[in-house]
């Protein structure tokens, strides 16, 4: 088999390449320059290469694309013209290389829970509708009528949540007061954390590639999202750290500006149709998810 991925360089691409090459598949890195690979079956081929000639991806069964400007940043006018801009144009330009090649592959394309909107209530599957009240959902929106166009044999959006892994992503941040035994819940702790372990990302949008059964939106999410609180509780339980020192909302406000939404308001979001077609979660509750992180910050 022999995949391609966007944004294969980042945190779940670098995990989800190790994850095809241990099985031996071929792995085609599509970035912004071409580079050459100290892996056999690893190539990296750069998006203007493509718009010139499309044969590096002949043959291949899937095109995954984790491409986009990252939304960890101070959501000025400038980087919100980035963040929405970088994800149009990575899903037009694959656009554009799917339109020439003969035999259509798979499309799995990242998306964003985001597009639910937010709430401490509700509980949201692929199913709900889509609420347009903040930056973020108004992206998820635009980008997911841009991905709907691409010709594709079968695609999924995967609108993923909070992913949890030691190298990368919120979990390095989120763990960092408790090493020094200054953890607590954030603002009201009562805002939903929907969370995935990496790894079970990772065997997520495998799952979507080879089940043909997959289709449409896909929320990637654990079967059992948790409060900010009982986020913080399991995390001080597992690393043996007092949980003590709450973070008002207004000091993560005055830190990180509109951006701090994320950590102050969130939704509960299930993986129906992951669990309604088959798919089983490793870490399902967030116990588990953090004990495995925990055992690998020890070598384990």
């Known amino acids: 088999m022999k995949v391609a991925i966007a944004g294969g360089t980042g945190f779940i691409g670098g995990h989800l390449t190790r994850y095809y090459t241990e099985r031996g598949w071929e792995v085609v890195l599509i970035s912004r320059s071409a580079r050459s690979s100290d892996h056999d079956l690893v190539k990296y081929v750069s998006w203007h290469e493509l718009e010139q000639d499309v044969s590096a991806l002949e043959g291949v069964g899937a095109v995954i694309n984790l491409a986009g400007e990252s939304i960890n940043q101070r959501w000025s006018d400038a980087a919100k013209e980035r963040i929405l801009g970088s994800r149009l144009e990575s899903v037009r330009r694959v656009a554009g290389i799917m339109e020439r090649l003969g035999e259509k592959p798979v499309l ?62 919120a ?74 020192f709450p973070v008002p909302g207004l000091v993560m406000k005055l830190l990180f500006g509109e951006m701090s939404m994320l950590l102050l308001e969130g939704q509960k979001v299930l993986p129906q149709a992951a669990l309604s077609r088959g798919f089983r979660f490793t870490y399902p509750t967030i116990e588990e998810a953090l004990r495995r992180l925990e055992r690998q910050a020890k070598g384990g």
């Open 108 to 169: 799995v394309s990242a998306s964003g829970m985001s597009v639910y909107g937010l709430s401490d209530t509700e509980t949201f599957t692929e199913e709900s509708p889509h609420r347009l009240d903040h930056f973020l959902a108004e992206v998820v929106e635009k980008w997911e009528a841009e991905i709907r166009r691409v010709p594709a044999a079968r695609t999924v959006m995967l609108r993923v949540g909070v992913v949890l892994g030691r190298d990368g992503g």
């Open 171 to 244: 979990y390095p941040k989120m763990r960092l007061p408790f090493v020094f035994g200054a953890g607590g819940r954030i603002g009201s702790g009562r805002q939903w954390l929907s969370w995935i372990h990496v790894d079970d990302i990772i065997r997520l949008i495998d799952y979507c590639v080879t089940h043909e059964e997959m289709e449409g939106p896909v929320n990637a999410t654990a079967p059992e999202p948790v409060t900010n609180d009982a986020f913080g509780r399991s995390l001080a339980k597992v690393m043996g750290r007092p949980y003590l």
